[in-house]
């Protein structure tokens, strides 16, 4: 069964920084392609950024030089730096893989950028 497991979210003004975190169980995650991607209310859910097992990223233009996609295959996590944040980053961010193959979506997290 798998199982992602989002987290690190919160509310940070404009300008700041926050590190998600992103668990995944029931997968061989080493190879496996991992997404994060984000929901704004009222829009489609986007991917943000992808890393391969290997460590090959990529990025959304929109986030390019702000976010940084990382993973670590022994624990089996995957993670999101985002800095400079801005406020049309306010979303709810989740993990799965890149392209979307049928792993159910976690509960993802919550990032709030305001002043």
């Known amino acids: 069964q798998v199982q992602l497991v989002e987290s690190g979210g919160g509310l940070v003004t404009p300008g700041g920084s926050l590190k998600l975190s992103c668990a995944a169980s029931?997968?061989?995650?080493?190879?496996?392609?991992m997404g994060w991607y984000r929901q704004a209310p009222g829009k489609q859910r986007e991917l943000v950024a992808r890393i391969t097992g290997g460590g090959t990223t990529f990025y959304a233009e929109v986030v390019k030089d702000r976010f940084t996609i990382s993973r670590d295959n022994a624990k089996n996590t995957v993670y999101l730096q985002m800095n400079i944040l801005k406020p049309e980053d306010t979303a709810v961010y989740y993990c799965n893989s890149a392209p979307i193959v049928g792993y159910a979506w976690g509960q993802g997290t919550q990032v709030t950028v305001s002043s």
């Open positions: 029931g997968i061989i995650f080493r190879l496996e392609t």
